[in-house]
């Protein structure tokens, strides 16, 4: 069992930044492929990054590439998502997310294990 818990959310102006993070419980957490998802009021969650066990494979949609970076720290079983030049449509509750087997993947249905979610406001 995985038991992850996101924190870092909250109200940010238009071009601000915030850090995401991640808690994860279990010794395994290296081993693990990691990932954001969003989701925000009436609209579908989606996929925002993810990244390989050793840190140095990512991924990003289309929409956050060049302003969010994903990262992780093994040895404090932590996952990150800085995310720079916010904007309004950033806004959604963000979920982290964990596989625990094969390698990056963006849909939902890839990962097994979830957190509780993190709400990100970007408004001025």
């Known amino acids: 069992q995985v038991q992850l818990v996101e924190s870092g959310g909250g109200l940010v102006q238009p071009g601000g930044s915030l850090r995401l993070s991640c808690a994860a419980s279990?010794?395994?957490?290296?081993?693990?492929?990691m990932g954001w998802f969003r989701q925000a009021p009436g609209k579908e969650r989606e996929f925002v990054a993810a990244?390989?066990?050793?840190?140095?494979?990512?991924d990003y949609a289309d929409s956050v590439k060049g302003r969010f970076t994903i990262s992780r720290a093994n040895a404090k079983n932590t996952l990150y998502l800085q995310m720079n030049s916010l904007k309004p449509e950033d806004t959604a509750v963000y979920y982290c997310?964990?596989?625990?087997?094969?390698?990056?993947?963006?849909?939902?249905?890839?990962?097994?294990?979830w957190g509780q979610g993190t709400q990100v406001t970007v408004s001025s």
């Open positions: 990244i390989n066990w050793g840190g140095g494979n990512t």
């Open positions: 997310a964990a596989r625990t087997f094969g390698t990056l993947a963006t849909t939902g249905q890839s990962y097994a294990y």
């Open positions: 279990g010794r395994t957490f290296r081993n693990y492929v």
